[in-house]
T-cell receptor, first 111, second 115 residues
Framework: GNSVTQMEGPVTLSEEAFLTINCTYT??????LFWYVQYPGEGLQLLLK?????DKGSNKGFEATYRKETTSFHLEKGSVQVSDSAVYFC??????????FGQGTRLTINP | GAGVSQSPSNKVTEKGKDVELRCDPI?????LYWYRQRLGQGLEFLIYFQGNSAPDKSGLPSDRFSAERTGESVSTLTIQRTQQEDSAVYLC?????????????FGQGTRLTVV
């Protein structure tokens, strides 16, 4: 079945550091790929998505590129802020099927 | 409503009791999902509704778990004879149609503690 594997946390960085959170997936065909974020005390919300190979999703300075050849969708940000501290989830879905999530990566940014 | 609403936000129950969790999806969203998030773990799929039918309930962990949905509106997740391992945050999400490219909107969750 479909699955998502993402970088284990927790990840702790200093403000303005470069961020990468790795995500790889297993799926037949061409799933859509998502990054969701859960800020402290808040519900899960969509950060960005990509629906086909080579698409780049971007939002709030974060980017992720759908790489079919490596089955990856790594999340990157050039300069993180304290307000980026949250738990990040990589996910995939195919057609009308459920979202399949990775384990989540807790990110803490220190001033 | 403006977003997905779940109630209660917190529930503490004694082992062996039944609990009912409620989800109000965004108006007009035909698809509704229940997930479970145990402490420090990822999201575990439970059940998916399209309208009031459930084409995928493969994630329900046992026959103690059941869910219903009224039309394209409220859903309730019922856990009978709760056990300590049922303690988790139960998340509900809705989307305009089945997923794929459509964004799912999540509620704040119900934190269930079984003592």
């Amino acid at each position: 079945g479909n699955s998502v594997t993402q970088m284990e946390g927790p990840v702790t960085l200093s403000e303005e550091a470069f961020l990468t959170i790795n995500c790889t997936y297993t799926a037949t065909g061409y799933p859509s790929l998502f990054w969701y974020v859960q800020y402290p005390g808040e519900g899960l919300q969509l950060l960005l998505k990509a629906t086909k190979a080579d698409d780049k999703g971007s939002n709030k300075g974060f980017e992720a590129t759908y790489r079919k050849e490596t089955t990856s969708f790594h999340l990157e940000k050039g300069s993180v802020q304290v307000s980026d501290s949250a738990v990040y989830f990589c996910a995939l879905s195919q057609g009308a099927q459920k979202l399949v999530f990775g384990q989540g990566t807790r990110l803490t940014i220190n001033p | 409503g403006a977003g997905v609403s779940q109630s209660p936000s917190n529930k503490v129950t004694e082992k062996g009791k039944d609990v009912e969790l409620r989800c109000d999806p965004i108006s007009g969203h035909t698809a509704l999902y229940w997930y479970r998030q145990r402490l420090g773990q990822g999201l575990e799929f439970l059940i998916y509704f399209q309208g009031n039918s459930a084409p995928d309930k493969s994630g329900l962990p046992s026959d103690r778990f059941s869910a219903e949905r009224t039309g394209e509106s409220v859903s309730t997740l019922t856990i009978q004879r709760t056990q300590q391992e049922d303690s988790a945050v139960y998340l509900c999400a809705s989307s305009f149609s089945g997923l794929g490219t459509t964004e799912a909107f999540f509620g704040q969750g119900t934190r269930l503690t079984v003592v």
